[in-house]
């Protein structure tokens, strides 16, 4: 597959069963990334397990195990080619703990599919998933309302789906005139790669020619190097390799670095990226790096590396703006929820409730209010109980976003507005 075309981070959100990995496995076959071959055999073996019209979904199931099994960081699988772009998706469909799945995924993403089933409609996680999405910052989306079979193709239902969806996205700031929403079905293949006769009431683009309508991001070279750590391993004959994701700056073989916080310094002795070693890496590359000088111990996943002469901010405490999705009673000084940021996850404690906000204007609505409850914005004093890497969204956005979540739901999301740093001894 070219090479030569922008790359773009795509995660599918959607509520549970709206047919998000049919969707990703129906790209990777109308886009060729899946052989034909490949379809029919998923589609016999789920037939012979009782699970006939899951071979979309299976592609993806499939190639998932496969990731997780090796350390492979190899991402060719599940990448997809449009005419404009080279997509990888983010997410990983059918994970058992989707939402916290979810914020990595969409933390990484420089776009987003909704997926929205058309029987069902706006559903509880399609909320929360188009709220973690604004929230951490997806400003490209295009919307797909799925299983357009299951509904006999209906106009009508269609445009109520819509308003529902214009509604809902309109609330959390997304302009629906940005927005293009394309009545499919990801099963019979109906307006993903062409125009269908089903739809004959339909004018707009199919799904492959929304997605060439998004913009290229910006490759964020010009800030600090910062790779956050998703794994570390020992390879015999090598020694120590942290894998991860750059979000910005360049690494660059022979590189002076520091892991924060566990103040450990090193040099890159190799990059390698699918399967092939690298001068240097970019934002948006997933890379396996070879480090002199630090041990599989000394560092691990949640630690960030960065320039030994600019290393990466640990906080001691900061400043956040966070707007709460839901919470059973209410936010107040003390509470200790795990706040997911970048690849950390990290008991953090509201130590101050400074500012109500407004969420729409972000005018002030209260000064020290006692609580935070379902809806609210806020501007709040945060104490993470153990070092840890942020830094503020207006120096390096990519690691100043963060959701946070509390017995096994996302409680708020937000965004880090300044750093109180903690002094490291070098
Ligand atoms: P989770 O990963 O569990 O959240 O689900 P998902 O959103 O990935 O849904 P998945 O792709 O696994 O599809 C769920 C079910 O919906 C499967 O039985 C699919 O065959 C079915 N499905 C997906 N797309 C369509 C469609 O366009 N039309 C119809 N009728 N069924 C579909
Ligand atoms: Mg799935």
């Known amino acids: 597959m070219a090479t030569d075309k922008p790359h773009m981070n795509l995660a599918v959100i959607g509520h549970i069963d709206h047919g998000k990995s049919t969707t990703v496995g129906r790209l990777m076959f109308e886009t060729g990334a899946v052989p034909a071959h490949i379809i029919e055999n998923f589609r016999k073996e789920a037939e012979s397990k009782g699970k006939g019209s899951f071979e979309f979904a299976w592609v993806m199931d499939n190639l998932k195990e496969e990731r997780e099994r090796g350390i492979t960081i190899d991402i060719a699988h599940k990448r997809f ?219 691990r996943r949640g630690d960030v590396c960065g320039p030994a002469d600019v290393p990466p901010t640990v906080a001691d405490e900061f400043t956040a703006q966070i707007v709460v999705l839901q919470h059973p009673s209410a936010i107040t000084v003390g509470y200790t929820p795990v706040f997911h940021c970048h690849t950390a996850q990290i008991a953090c404690t509201f130590v101050e409730l400074k500012k109500k906000l407004d969420p729409r204007s972000g005018q002030t609505k209260e000064e020290n209010p006692t609580f935070l409850k379902s809806g609210d914005a806020a501007i709040v004093q945060i104490k993470p109980s153990r070092p840890m890497v942020i830094e503020s969204v207006k120096e390096i956005p990519q690691l100043g976003r963060f959701a946070i979540r509390d017995m096994g739901t996302t409680i708020a999301a937000g965004m880090c507005i300044a750093v109180q740093p903690k002094q490291m001894i070098r």
């Open 81 to 299: 080619d449009t005419a404009k772009f080279y997509f990888t998706v983010v997410d990983c469909p059918g994970h058992r703990d989707f939402v916290k799945n979810m914020i990595t995924g969409a933390s990484q993403a420089d776009a987003a599919i909704l997926v929205v089933a058309a029987p069902d409609g706006v559903m509880e996680q399609t909320k929360e998933h188009v709220f973690l999405a604004r929230t951490l910052g997806i400003t490209q989306l295009v919307i797909a309302v799925n299983k357009m079979d299951a509904v006999n193709y209906d106009q009508k239902r269609f445009d109520e789906v819509k308003k529902e969806l214009t509604q809902l996205i309109g609330m959390v700031g997304y302009k629906a005139a940005d927005i293009l929403f394309i009545p499919m079905s990801s099963f019979k293949g109906v307006n993903i790669a062409k125009k269908s006769p089903e739809t004959p009431w339909y004018n707009g683009p199919t799904l492959l020619e929304a997605l060439d309508t998004f913009k290229e991001p910006e490759k964020p070279t010009d800030k600090p190097f910062r790779l956050p750590i998703q794994d570390v391993y020992s390879i015999s004959g090598i020694g120590t390799v942290p894998v991860g994701r750059i979000e910005t700056g360049i690494m660059k073989k022979g590189m002076k670095v520091s892991f924060m916080p566990a103040n450990k310094d090193g040099e890159i002795k190799s990059i390698e990226m699918h399967h092939e070693e690298q001068p240097q890496a970019l934002p948006g590359d997933n890379v396996g790096f070879n480090v002199r000088g630090v041990g599989k111990n000394d560092i």
